[in-house]
T-cell receptor
């Protein structure tokens, strides 16, 4: 079955440590996205990538970094510079040009930093 | 910039009641509009979409009509079930910019009681 995989589902880290969240898709989608969700709020865009080896900052990119070396993979690193990293992180992908840019979401990773 | 405004929740209804969740938007050009649903601890699932004015999206008994004159995309369902309890997000993608990421509303929690 095609879809988006995020791992792990729960992640715990100590303050000051970098942590990398995994996102893999087998939908053959060109575009991939990372969103952050805080309790009671909508999703905010961190980074997005329209094509391999290219990515752009979203609305809240500070303290995060990404890479897009393969079409199917878009890992997100939460660095120690991110002031409030505890949140639910969602990865998404879309085919890009058709379907009104419909996006498909992974199950999410809940990151807790103490 | 683009924005989406949803009615605040929680919305609490009895089973078989009529549901309306209001959504209005601000965007340049001709956005595509979406409703996503999120069940507890999960990622988002596309519920329905509309890509141009006067289009009606529908799925699983839910409907929403793209009203350009009122910049609205209200979600409706004639008879809700307990299984519809979730958080509902209205979202858009701008039609005339290179950025194809979603802009989300803050979400509306629906609680359906038996």
């Amino acid at each position: 079955d095609g879809g988006i995989t995020q791992s792990p589902k729960y992640l715990f880290r100590k303050e000051g440590q970098n942590v990398t969240l995994s996102c893999e898709q087998n939908l053959n989608h060109d575009a991939m996205y990372w969103y952050r969700q805080d309790p009671g709020q909508g999703l905010r865009l961190i980074y997005y990538s329209q094509i391999v080896n290219d990515f752009q900052k979203g609305d809240i990119a500070e303290g995060y970094s990404v890479s897009r070396e393969k079409k199917e993979s878009f890992p997100l690193t939460v660095t120690s510079a991110q002031k409030n990293p505890t949140a639910f992180y969602l990865c998404a992908s879309s085919i890009g040009e058709t379907g009104g840019y419909e996006q498909y979401f992974g199950p999410g990773t809940r990151l807790t930093v103490t | 910039g683009d924005s989406v405004t949803q009615m605040e929740g929680p919305v609490t209804l009895s089973e078989e009641a009529f549901l309306t969740i209001n959504c209005t938007y601000t965007a340049t050009g001709y956005p595509s509009l979406f409703w996503y649903v999120q069940y507890p601890g999960e990622g988002l699932q596309l519920l329905l979409k509309a890509t141009k004015a006067d289009d009606k999206g529908s799925n699983k008994g839910f409907e929403a009509t793209y009203r350009k004159e009122t910049t609205s995309f209200h979600l409706e369902k004639g008879s809700v079930q307990v299984s519809d309890s979730a958080v509902y997000f209205c979202a858009l993608t701008a039609g005339d910019t290179g950025r194809r990421a979603l802009t989300f509303g803050s979400g509306t929690r629906l609680q359906v009681q038996p």
